[in-house]
């Protein structure tokens, strides 16, 4: 057991790639969840194949004129965009680590060629998020004791990148919906109400990761205010579409209303209820739902003996059951043994 430590082309040539990926990896601190991507079938898997051929001959088309270069840039963001499933699959978070911060760029270099690209948009919005919680600032709680002053600015980093990956989730949605930034200041119900099922991954991530900078500037009143909007977003997501990423957006709720007093509108109640929800439309498989409401819910009532199950519940998930869900299984498994070894610390008995 580990120790504890506190701590420019249009949007219509796309292939409409953000509806078939980039679903949910594992508890975004105390306010939201994602996860990292299908079981490789025979036509993904030539795809993946053929990914870095793809990319040569896109470098090589980029030298031609300014229509064949667009559709290059189109075409490597389409394939770039559609294959982030890879990383959700993979056994090593160590390795995604050090791979993710490359594909990012990648992807922030082609959207200063195709800036409206909806595809490309949804890679970095869910990336930047996936990435900044899973390696920054999880990492920051685990090193905290150690190293405060290294945990400290791997938060401060974490928070820089939830900015962005909510920038760009707010960008993508104004590529369908026109002054959407805006509306959601002004009317938010208004604003939202428009929103289909195809915006549901933008609504999800730009408001995970906006609730997750949240999370790390308590003492910035302005993002804090700004904490009913992720909330709105949210709530019509669920409405649009629960089983997104097998249910994670029901694993937000878990934390929204698990983590807030009675007085402020929280509900342990409701909280259970995302619970079960989450884990039904996961059949079970994934452990982020678990690790939230310990976390937040278990914690905050001090029930220790139910702490302890449900976290080892989370752990004896097998990340092999299912894998769009591997990774980010084990980065909630990872949090799942800390969190036990920082039991005594949590509890006051």
Not at 172 to 180: A, M, S
Not at 199 to 224: C, H, M, N, Q, R
Not at 228 to 234: G, I, Q, V, Y
Not at 296 to 318: K, W, Y
Request: charged content about 25%.
């Amino acid at each position: 057991m580990e120790e504890c430590r506190n701590g420019t082309v249009d949007s219509d040539s796309q292939s409409g790639s953000e509806e078939r990926s980039h679903a949910p990896l594992s508890t975004l601190s105390r306010a939201a969840p994602p996860r990292w991507g299908n079981r490789m079938s025979e036509k993904r898997l030539r795809r993946d194949g053929n990914c870095l051929s793809l990319i040569l001959i896109t470098l090589a088309l980029l030298m031609s004129g300014c229509s064949i270069k667009r559709m290059a840039i189109n075409s490597l963001g389409n394939a770039l965009a559609e294959g982030t499933s890879v990383y959700a699959r993979d056994d090593d978070p160590e390795l995604i680590r050090d791979a993710v911060p490359f594909a990012l760029k990648t992807v922030e270099g082609l959207l200063e060629q195709s800036p409206r690209h909806r595809g490309l948009l949804l890679s970095a919005a869910s990336g930047f998020t996936q990435y900044a919680y899973a390696f920054l600032q999880c990492e920051a709680d685990y090193i905290e004791d150690q190293d405060l002053a290294r945990a400290t600015e791997m938060r401060r980093r974490a928070r820089k990148l939830y900015g962005r990956a909510m920038e760009y989730g707010l960008r993508g949605l104004e590529v369908t919906h026109r002054g959407f930034r805006t509306a959601l200041r002004s009317d938010a119900p208004r604003a939202l109400a428009v929103m289909k099922r195809t915006d549901v991954p933008f609504l999800y991530w730009t408001a995970a990761a906006w609730g997750a900078a949240i999370s790390l500037a308590k003492e910035d009143a302005e993002l804090t205010a700004d904490l009913s909007l992720t909330e709105a977003l949210m709530h019509r997501a669920l409405e649009l579409d629960e089983r997104f990423g097998a249910g994670a957006v029901h694993d937000f709720f878990i934390a929204y209303e698990g983590g807030r007093p009675e007085s402020a509108g929280g509900s342990v109640q409701v909280a259970r209820e995302h619970l079960t929800r989450a884990q039904e439309l996961s059949a079970h498989k994934r452990a982020a739902p678990l690790v939230s409401y310990a976390e937040t819910v278990l914690v905050g009532i001090q029930d220790r003996v139910e702490f302890t199950r449900v976290l080892e519940d989370a752990l004896a998930v097998d990340p092999d059951k299912d894998l769009d869900q591997r990774m980010a299984n084990l980065v909630a498994q990872k949090r799942a043994r800390w969190l036990l070894s920082c039991t005594d610390s949590l509890f006051i008995e």
